[in-house]
């Protein structure tokens, strides 16, 4: 069974730090490219970013409200994607999923979502 | 970045009836494959988002045939033979030709 288990959220205050994990199994972790999707209270979904596997480059692409603050990694000897979250901004509360494709034959739709962990900025 | 534009953003419905939900980009989502790079979501209340069609008109896997989708170049549309009450949520298009990925606004079915 493909399972995604985000874990870290929390609440911080504006320009602090946060790393989100995502622990992945069910599937072959090395080969899927890993995605972050989050979405604000009441609002609509926005990707974050996506990791290719280390087979087709390894490379990591971010959306912009949240590039050069926001990094996405990934361990596949531990079968975990992370997101670290630098210079958090209130605008970014929202809760965050990983997400990827499994079964479908194209990366760009993701067939598994996690349940999302819930990040809130405020001072 | 390209950009997404659903409509309507609110799709109430009567049970039985059938519903269409428009998604339209700023560019083409034809790839050199030959397959379109649009992709809908269902998300229920309460619940992470689920596929439901992928590369414009395949239905994912356990997805009822009452729900399909079509469209080619810019203009797509995803179509509900006959609403039931369990498809009320947001249903959501995504391209995913070009990084970063980009989703529509969101349409909101509700039951009448």
């Known amino acids: 069974e493909v399972q995604l288990v985000e874990s870290g959220g929390g609440l911080v205050k504006p320009g602090e730090s946060l790393r989100l994990s995502c622990k992945a199994s069910?599937?072959?972790?090395?080969?899927?490219?890993m995605n972050w999707v989050r979405q604000a209270p009441g609002r609509g979904l926005e990707l974050v970013g996506r990791?290719?596997?280390?087979?087709?480059?390894?490379?990591?692409d971010s959306a912009t409200p949240v590039k050069g603050r926001f990094t996405i990694s990934r361990d596949d000897s531990e079968n975990t994607l992370y997101l670290q979250m630098d210079s958090l901004k209130t605008e970014d509360t929202a809760l965050y999923y990983c997400?990827?494709?499994?079964?479908?034959?194209?990366?760009?739709?993701?067939?598994?979502w996690g349940q999302g962990t819930m990040v809130t900025v405020s001072s | 970045d390209i950009v997404m534009t659903q409509s309507p953003l609110s799709l109430p419905v009567t049970p039985g009836e059938p519903a269409s939900i428009s998604c339209r980009s700023s560019?083409?989502?034809?790839?050199?494959?030959?397959?379109?790079?649009l992709h809908w979501y269902l998300q229920k209340p309460g619940q992470s988002p689920q596929l439901l069609i992928y590369?414009?008109?395949n239905r994912a896997s356990g997805v009822p045939d009452r729900f399909s989708g079509s469209g080619s170049g810019t203009d797509f549309a995803l179509r509900i033979s006959r609403v039931e009450a369990e498809d009320v949520g947001v249903y959501y298009c995504?391209?995913?030709?070009?990084?970063?990925?980009?989703f529509g606004q969101g349409t909101k079915l509700e039951i009448k």
């Open positions: 997400a990827t494709a499994v079964v479908v034959s194209t990366r760009s739709a993701f067939d598994f």
């Open positions: 069910g599937f072959t972790f090395s080969k899927a490219w």
């Open positions: 990791i290719k596997s280390k087979t087709d480059g390894g490379t990591a």
């Open positions: 560019q083409s989502l034809l790839n050199s494959n030959g397959y379109h790079y």
């Open positions: 590369w414009g008109s």
């Open positions: 995504i391209q995913g030709l070009q990084a970063p990925y980009t």
